[in-house]
């Protein structure tokens, strides 16, 4: 066990510095993931120290944390954090640009890629405002993610976990509502072969009762073994789906514990979630 699975699950915050150095001592030939210091496997997906900028601000301060196959993490963090802006330089877009540090999924370096090769790799990021093509039906967005190898699910099992995207596939993808286009972007994401989803504020702007529906079927899922990051406003929604939470203060990692320490730690929560 490391020492960073132990923090996991006593809840310690884990010291930026600290963490920084790990990653600064790892010494490995390119192209082979780095040994931990600390001596433990490398993780399914870990990032480490990873700096990031727009232009010259600063944003990304030294990010590091990893993520274990088959879990669920909530990056969580006031508004301005840095959530979108971590889950953009995972998934390797221009912007932010990594200027530091090393990101690997499933022994890949994704540090050494651009976002098309990421994507090809196993990222799946589902961004905040959805992006479904103007001018296609939903069948042909998803059709369009599985234009490239690797494909991922068929339309037909996703249609089986989203029964309302088959219930409107020739529709227009942009006419439906917000929560069936949030299906649609999941479901777009489960097109390609993916191995980490990255879901930006899957909740944003829904009717509770909508959040529910979203909520059970990222609940499935789980069940299914889908490893996933997922940011949310709505913390305590993502605190009940996550096994695991990050949370970011000023681009940095303050805690990261067990879903449930966030949950019974109220000094924490109002701290850094203002909940
Ligand atoms: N394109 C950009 N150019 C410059 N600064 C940006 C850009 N996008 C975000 N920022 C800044 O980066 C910081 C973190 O933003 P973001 O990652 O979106 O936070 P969060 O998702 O946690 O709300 C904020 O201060 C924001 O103003
Ligand atoms: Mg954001």
Redesign the pocket.
């Known amino acids: 066990m490391s020492a960073l699975e132990m923090s996991a699950e006593t809840g310690q915050v884990i010291p930026m510095k600290q963490q920084t150095a790990q990653a600064q001592e790892s010494d490995h030939a390119p192209g082979s993931p780095p040994a931990r210091s600390t001596g433990g496997q490398p993780a399914y997906f870990s990032c480490w120290d990873v700096h990031a900028y ?2 010259e ?1 600063y ?2 301060q030294g990010v590091s944390f990893d993520v274990r196959e088959g879990e669920i993490v909530a990056l969580l ?12 330089a995972i998934a390797r877009v221009d ?2 640009q990594l200027r530091h540090g090393e990101i690997w999924l499933d022994h890949k370096p994704l540090h050494e890629m651009k976002s098309n090769e990421a994507a090809q790799n196993g990222i799946g990021l589902v961004p ?1 405002d959805r992006r479904i093509i103007q001018g296609l039906t939903v069948e042909e967005n998803i059709k369009l993610a599985q234009i490239a190898p690797p494909v991922g699910w068929s339309i037909e099992r996703i249609y089986d976990l989203f029964p309302r995207l088959g219930e409107r596939r020739k529709q227009e993808g942009t006419t439906l509502s917000g929560g069936e286009q949030q299906m649609l972007a999941i479901g777009r994401a489960l097109a390609r072969d993916v191995k980490l989803l990255l879901l ?2 899957p909740y944003e702007g829904l009717a509770p009762v909508i959040v529910q529906e979203i909520e059970k079927t990222l609940e499935q899922i789980k069940t299914l073994g889908m490893t996933t990051i997922i ?1 949310e406003q709505n913390a305590i929604a993502a605190l009940h789906l996550a096994d695991r939470a990050i949370i ?1 203060d000023m ?1 940095q990692v303050v805690f990261d514990g067990t879903a449930q320490d966030v949950l019974d730690d109220e000094d924490l929560r109002q701290q850094y979630l203002a909940i």
């Open positions: 727009y232009g601000s944003i990304v963090g006031r508004n301005g954090a840095g959530k979108t802006s971590t889950l953009r912007d932010p905040e930006d504020e940011v970011l681009g």
